[in-house]
Each structure stands twice: as C-alpha cells, then as structure tokens.
C-alpha cells in the first residue's frame, strides 16, 4: 500500500514540474517578458498558452512512458497532475 502512494506521489510531482520546466524554459526563450508583469497582455497570454501547452504534450510522453514501463500508480499521479494545467488554460484562454 505504502509503495502505491508513493508511487502517485511520485507521479504527481513529475506531472507538476513539467508544465513549471516549460514556463520556465519560455521565460528564458523570452526574456522580454519578465519585464511585461502583465498577465492580461496579449503577447504574454500567447506566450504562457504556448508554454502550458508544451507541458502538457510534456506530461503525455511521460505518462504512456510509465504505462509502458507498467507504472499505472505513476501514470495516474501524471494524469492528474494534468488538472491545473487544464484550469489554467480555461482561465487563460476564456476567462481573461
């Protein structure tokens, strides 16, 4: 039992640094818009859309990769991590 949540866990905290890499990695790519602040400018929507997106594809090799390896408890910790990335891109795209 104790592996099993461990293994969500684990999972869960793949699944959420993922979409974090990406943003991170558009923020160097992008250096302009640390400056912006922003959230409501367009070019910074666009861009933090792009990065979630891109944690998202992220977060999908990595979990048919556990389902592969047969890592189920570690794939649905990835799948559900996926929740606020699907938040934030309601809240982005129709929201703001």
């Not at 390896?69 to 559900?80: D, Y």
């Not at 699907?86 to 929201?95: D, P, S």
Request: glycine share 6%.
């Amino acid at each position: 039992m104790r592996n099993r949540k461990i293994d969500f866990i684990a999972g869960l905290l793949v699944g959420l640094g993922a979409p974090l890499f990406s943003i991170a990695v558009a923020l160097e790519a992008f250096p302009v818009l640390q400056d912006v602040g922003d959230v409501t400018n367009p070019a910074w929507r666009l861009v933090t859309m792009r990065a979630i997106s891109f944690g998202t594809i992220i977060n999908a090799i990595l979990f048919f990769t556990a389902l592969n390896f047969e890592r189920e408890r570690v794939a649905r910790g990835i799948l559900t991590s996926c929740v606020p990335s699907v938040i934030a891109v309601i809240y982005f795209q129709f929201i703001l």
